[in-house]
T-cell receptor, first 113, second 114 residues
Framework: GENVGLHLPTLSVQEGDNSIINCAYS??????FIWYKQESGKGPQFIID?????DKRQGQRVTVLLNKTVKHLSLQIAATQPGDSAVYFC????????????FGSGTRLLVRP | NAGVTQTPKFQVLKTGQSMTLQCAQD?????MSWYRQDPGMGLRLIHY???????DQGEVPNGYNVSRSTTEDFPLRLLSAAPSQTSVYFC?????????????FGQGTRLTVV
């Protein structure tokens, strides 16, 4: 696959444990946030999104938390599985930025068997 | 329904050559965009389009041109390739450019400029 992921922060977790991936966003006017998962050799895949009028949203095995006060976003993955190994990106956009999706630098998640 | 399709998947260019990266979507999405992804970095926005006939610059537009003559297609042109343009390129589309919605990505084009 590509050399995407070199020099990225890495989170290593034991299979079955919960994972928490953090992201600090830059624009206080951002009102929509997305978490993407990128596996080697593939494009980013949508995981979950959250709007700024919420502070928590749950999906299947995933939860996103939004703290607008400190401009922080987190992705929690319950019972992490080997298939969760990937690079995870947060992205933000806002009406002020013409809805351009701006990505963070990513975190690599490694799941130990 | 193929989603977002990018061609080619791999390309090697010599410095100074030109080429067009193709992107097509079959979801009738208004919003399309091009990103580049370099090692250790997130995706950076090159150009985007909120609808046919409308394009605008992103974070890193220099060296690239785009056009949007149809809703489905959004090609990215490199006029004179440089080694600094070696990267993985992703095309994405979203339902609308005026409300917040998720973006769907293609599989990427890996470009090497020698």
């Amino acid at each position: 696959g590509e050399n995407v992921g070199l020099h990225l922060p890495t989170l290593s977790v034991q299979e079955g444990d919960n994972s928490i991936i953090n992201c600090a966003y830059s624009n206080s006017a951002s009102d929509y946030f997305i978490w993407y998962k990128q596996e080697s050799g593939k494009g980013p895949q949508f995981i979950i999104d959250i709007r700024s009028n919420m502070d928590k949203r749950q999906g299947q095995r995933v939860t996103v938390l939004l703290n607008k006060t400190v401009k922080h976003l987190s992705l929690q993955i319950a019972a992490t599985q080997p298939g969760d190994s990937a690079v995870y990106f947060c992205a933000e956009n806002s009406k002020d930025s013409s809805y351009k999706l701006i990505f963070g630098s990513g975190t690599r998640l490694l799941v130990r068997p | 329904n193929a989603g977002v399709t990018q061609t080619p998947k791999f390309q090697v260019l010599k410095t100074g050559q030109s080429m067009t990266l193709q992107c097509a979507q079959d979801m009738n999405h208004e919003y399309m965009s091009w990103y580049r992804q370099d090692p250790g970095m997130g995706l950076r926005l090159i150009h985007y389009s909120v609808g046919a006939g409308i394009t605008d610059q992103g974070e890193v537009p220099n060296g690239y041109n785009v056009s949007r003559s149809t809703t489905e297609d959004f090609p990215l042109r490199l006029l004179s390739a440089a080694p600094s343009q070696t990267s993985v390129y992703f095309c994405a589309s979203s339902y609308s450019g005026t409300v917040n919605t998720e973006a769907f990505f293609g599989q990427g084009t890996r470009l090497t400029v020698v």
